[in-house]
């Protein structure tokens, strides 16, 4: 694999990367080869050590031997600064903007044009609408960019990083929040980019889209390089081998899908009674008349485009935001759920789309951040019974295969697999009836998925009711026994049994019924 | 001399300790459960390190009066800084504690003065202490109703409790002797100042509150990341409108022992600068100002770290000018050696 490729130059050369934190190694012997105006795929499982190769390229962390070249050059790069200088702009995820100045002085920032020793805007505003242009976007560049879609401020990131003319962007999983539309425009960009010679690294979950618009890819696992190959020469499922270290042969997704199969059958058998049934359902200003509902052991995906208000439906049914509608019925009965607690009464389970931001809680331990909701119950008079707790956490932490030294490590040292299967226990020990999940499998590696879809699919089968999002309509697809569509803040369409599938969902997203 | 020589005592000291017990603290997340234990016991230590240093060059330091008169200054802030943990674990800050103990120990002489009888005593013991509760429930309010940044919310009581402190007295200097309500500050129970002893128990008290409670794991997961413990079902406003009013009790407290010492009380003086020293006490001690995180214990040897410190300087004829410049710089060494944990 370490063929030396005659007459190549590469722009980055990174070899024999080794990194280690407090002992343990994150990174053993790793390389990764950046030829110019490459588009270069970087993938693995959470933990097999691509954030943290990108950390060292960019000056995040110090690596502790191995060798960078870049651009022809020896390169230590020991601050972000000196790596940005250098040449090489990265878009986080969370993107690296501020978010109450305008679009134009965020491209411009640290570096805007003057004039007579004062700054000047106009130029400054007419050389950002003319590189957005160049992008294909249309936009007020004096708008705030916190007031912009997380597309466009992605398009405000890339843009900036062309204006201080980097030879190399890494995106690192920047399509995760996007739909297929966006992420379509976003690989336009990511074309033209290379087309003027720049070089991209682009890390992403999303296997699909790796074969649209990379040239190359490198795959990692646990700490090392295990594989570097043309795009073209390699198909998925090697690639998911390749992650994995072991065949996914008969992974979830079948699984799941004969299941689904048997219980659309069991179903069509015997018709239940909704468990969930909501009737025209507000919840200003991005759900407008949504009407659904779920039975129990029935799987529903809510699908639409980014914006089409799932995320906000699902937190106007959890009680999270204020919503009005004409009907809302649990098991028949008509409820009013006006915050979280009354939901979680109901037997409502809520698992948000945003990890980070509205699941986790960094500084605790496992254990904690697990009992979080079941802690009311596991005390008496205020004070937690410590041994029900310990007992609660250990169970549900050999049911869902959390991997941890011990309950008491904090959450934020987990994979992002195994902090969401911690989020889920959070719910399931609580004995829900109905789980909403958001984007249950976002931003985790591909096992760690199927464990996921497979658990959400033996929790359905044991008779829970679930409705669940899911950007990758691969996904939903395979698990879903109904699909709900949205589109503009309002149910649309619904798609039944034979009538899923990727292709009908997609329509069925794009068209208004009128 | 000396002093230069306390710095490098406790810096050299600390860096060997942790280098000793914590070999592989110094990676980079710093925030590790390993690390934070380590914090603990290095303010442990620089408080060791000075009482070595006293029991080496003051003279009459092993003495119960001198152990009293520090433990006796010293319970005050430790009772404000209690509250003031409770707060700065759910993210908040809160600076009118000083203005409601001027609050507190302004109403307790008007009422034991001018009623008489047991009646009055216990007036003078319970409503200072509502009226600060409740000073401390508009905090809450501000800070939960209107979502006003803690700072922000709290400057108001700041500015205006110490004006209503003024008013009801009209600016005047109270003096008083009452044997009955002074015992909280100059009783001895068994040889223990009382407010050493009510410090003491509250101090278990709210450590095992945040350690074995609902409302105390509440209390961090709010302050940990509030938006995912709303979405838990954790009562965020109501647990957030708690600390604000214990915080406020407790400084009510504080403001009845410290005019029961003085047998006088000048709302001018009644805790001017306490909310500072609270928040020093809590920051050396190691609780993370950005919440999330508590520290009972660290708050406890943190505020008996500052005022050994004050303690020491005065002993060696440091004047209190000086001292203020050099205690701030102990401060800022202690928080750089925690974080860098």
């Not at chain 1, 960019?145 to 992605?154: D, G, K, Y």
């Not at chain 1, 999983?173 to 996007?178: A, K, P």
């Not at chain 2, 980079?28 to 009482?51: D, F, G, I, K, M």
Request: positive net charge.
């Amino acid at each position: 694999m370490q063929t030396v490729r005659e007459g190549c130059e590469y722009l980055l050369q990174m070899q024999h990367i080794c990194k280690q934190f407090g002992g343990i190694p994150a990174l053993s012997d790793a390389s990764l080869r950046v030829k110019p105006a490459e588009v270069h795929a970087l993938i693995g499982q959470n933990g097999a050590g691509k954030s943290t190769m990108i950390k060292i390229l960019t000056g995040a962390y110090l690596r502790d031997s191995g060798d960078i070249t870049f651009n022809g050059a020896t390169a230590n790069f020991t601050t972000p600064q000196r790596a940005r200088a250098a040449g090489i702009s990265t878009i986080y995820q969370e993107i690296n903007l501020v978010p109450f100045r305008s679009i134009a002085e965020n491209i411009f920032l640290g570096r805007e044009p003057r004039r007579f020793g004062l700054i000047d805007w106009k130029r400054a505003q007419a050389e950002a609408t003319r590189l957005l242009a160049g992008f294909g976007i249309e936009v007020d560049v004096r708008k705030p960019v916190m007031e912009c879609s997380t597309a466009t401020q992605q398009m405000v990131a890339m843009a900036r990083a062309v204006s201080v003319d980097a030879k190399l962007l890494i995106l690192d999983e920047s399509t995760s929040s996007l739909d297929d539309r966006e992420a379509e425009r976003l690989f336009g960009v990511i074309r033209q980019l290379k087309a003027e010679g720049r070089s991209i690294i682009f890390v992403s979950h999303r296997l699909d889209e790796l074969y649209a618009v990379c040239d190359h890819v490198t795959v990692m696992r646990d700490g090392r390089t295990v594989a570097d190959s043309p795009m073209t020469d390699i198909t998925k499922m090697d690639l998911i081998t390749t992650m994995l270290g072991r065949a996914l042969e008969k992974v979830i997704l079948p699984a799941v899908q004969s299941h689904a199969e048997d219980d659309a059958k069991a179903h069509a058998a015997a018709p239940q009674a909704p468990f969930l049934d909501i009737e025209g359902v507000s919840a200003p200003p991005k759900v407008r008349d949504a009407t659904l509902s779920v039975r129990k052991g029935e799987k529903v995906g809510l699908a639409g485009l980014l914006g089409a208000g799932r995320t906000e439906l699902m937190r106007a049914l959890f009680g999270a935001d204020p919503s009005r509608r004409r009907a809302m019925r649990i098991d028949g009965v008509e409820v009013d759920l006006r915050a979280p607690l009354d939901a979680i009464r109901a037997g409502i389970a809520y698992l948000p789309e945003d990890r980070k931001a509205e699941g986790i809680i960094p500084g605790m331990s496992v254990r904690e951040n697990l009992s979080l909701v079941l802690y009311p119950a596991l005390s008496r008079r205020g004070v937690i019974d410590r041994n029900k707790q310990d007992e609660v956490v250990q169970r549900f932490i050999r049911r869902l295969g959390i991997k941890i030294a011990n309950p008491d490590q904090p959450i934020r040292e987990l994979s992002g697999g195994n902090q969401q299967k911690v989020l889920l226990a959070r719910w399931l020990c609580t004995n829900p009836k109905l789980l909403l999940l958001d984007e249950p499998t976002r931003g985790i590696d591909v096992g760690a998925k199927a464990e996921i879809l497979s658990l959400i699919n033996e929790l359905a089968r044991e008779g829970m009711a679930v409705l669940m999002t899911a950007s990758e309509l691969e996904e939903l697809v395979a698990a879903a026994d109904r699909v709900v569509v949205m589109s503009d803040g309002s149910t649309t369409h619904e798609l039944t049994g034979g009538q899923i599938s990727e292709a009908a969902i997609m329509t069925a997203m794009a068209h208004d019924p009128a | 001399m000396r002093l230069f020589n306390i710095f490098e005592q406790i810096s050299n000291m600390n860096s060997k300790f942790h280098a000793l017990f914590h070999p592989a603290a110094t990676r980079a997340a710093n925030t590790s459960r390993l690390a934070r234990l380590a914090q603990v016991p290095r303010v442990w230590l620089a408080l060791a390190v000075l009482l070595v240093f006293n029991i080496a060059f003051t003279d009459n330091f092993l003495t119960v009066q001198t152990f009293n008169v520090n433990l006796t200054q010293v319970a005050t802030i430790v009772i404000v800084a209690l509250g003031m943990t409770l707060v700065v674990a759910t993210g908040g800050i809160d600076l009118s504690v000083g203005s409601l103990m001027a609050i507190a120990g302004t109403l307790a002489p008007l009422l034991f003065l001018h009623i008489s009888g047991p009646g009055g005593l216990v007036a003078a013991f319970v409503l200072p202490l509502l009226a600060a509760t409740l000073c401390g429930c508009f905090n809450g309010w501000l800070v939960t109703r209107w979502r006003i940044q803690p700072i922000v919310a709290t400057l108001v009581l700041y500015i205006a409790g110490r004006g209503i402190a003024q008013v009801m007295t009209n600016g005047q200097l109270q003096s008083f002797s009452n044997p009955g309500f002074q015992w909280i500050g100059t009783g001895r129970v068994l040889g223990m100042p009382v407010q050493v002893i009510l410090m003491l128990v509250l101090v278990a008290l709210v450590a095992w509150v945040l350690r074995a409670t609902l409302f105390g794991r509440y209390v961090l997961a709010v302050g940990g990341n509030e938006r995912a413990a709303a979405l838990a079902g954790v009562p965020a406003r109501r647990v957030k409108l708690t600390v604000y009013a214990l915080s406020g009790a407790c400084a009510g407290l504080a403001g009845l022992i410290a005019i029961a010492i003085n047998s006088s009380s000048d709302a001018n003086l009644v805790g001017s600068g306490v909310e500072l020293e609270a928040i020093a006490a809590v920051a050396v001690g190691g609780t993370l100002l950005t919440g999330g995180h508590a520290s009972i214990s660290g708050t406890l040897v943190g505020a008996l770290f500052i005022q050994l410190m004050r303690y020491t300087l005065l002993a060696h004829g440091v004047t209190e000018a000086s001292a203020l410049v050099v205690k701030s710089a102990i401060i800022i060494l202690a928080v750089y050696l925690q974080r860098r944990g």
